[in-house]
C-alpha cells in the first residue's frame, strides 16, 4: 500500500503548535488494542515520520492517544484537577491514501477531522 497516515497539533489555547506533546498509536482489534508506536510532536505540532506507511500501513481501525493533560502541565498551565488528560480519537483506515488526524486542544475541548 501507499498510503500513510499522519498528524499534527495545534494549542488553540495559544495560538500555536503543540510542541513536545506524546501520542500513541494502537491498532485496534474489537474490544482491545496493540500499540503500534509511541512519538513526540516537533516544534510545528507535527511528528517528523508518519505514523504509519509502507508496508505498515493497513486498512483497520486505529486510535491515537494524545496525552493533553501531561502537555499543558510541563508548559505551565496548572489547573488543580485538569479536564482532559488523555485524548483517544478512534478512526477506520479504509482505503490507500493519505490519512491526516489533526488535534485542536485548549485544557477544556477539543476538535478533529480528517484533513489532507
Known amino acids: 500500500m501507499a498510503g500513510r497516515l499522519t498528524t499534527h497539533v ?6 500555536k503548535p503543540a510542541r513536545g506533546m506524546r501520542l500513541e498509536l494502537h491498532y485496534v482489534h474489537g474490544d482491545h488494542t496493540h500499540h503500534i508506536a509511541d512519538s513526540y510532536t516537533n516544534a510545528d505540532g ?3 515520520q508518519p ?10 481501525e486505529f486510535e ?4 493533553v493533560g501531561q502537555y499543558f502541565e510541563r508548559i505551565g498551565i496548572e489547573n488543580e484537577t485538569p479536564f482532559l488528560d488523555v485524548v483517544p480519537i478512534r478512526f477506520t483506515i479504509a482505503e490507500d491514501s493519505h490519512y491526516h488526524v489533526p488535534l ?3 485544557p477544556f ?4 477531522y480528517r484533513g489532507s
Open 10 to 15: 495545534l494549542d488553540t489555547m495559544h495560538g
Open 46 to 48: 507535527r511528528v517528523d
Open 109 to 112: 475541548a477539543y476538535s478533529t
Open 104 to 106: 485542536l486542544v485548549s
Open 64 to 67: 491515537i492517544r494524545f496525552h
Open 51 to 60: 505514523l504509519l506507511e509502507g508496508e505498515q500501513f493497513q486498512k483497520g
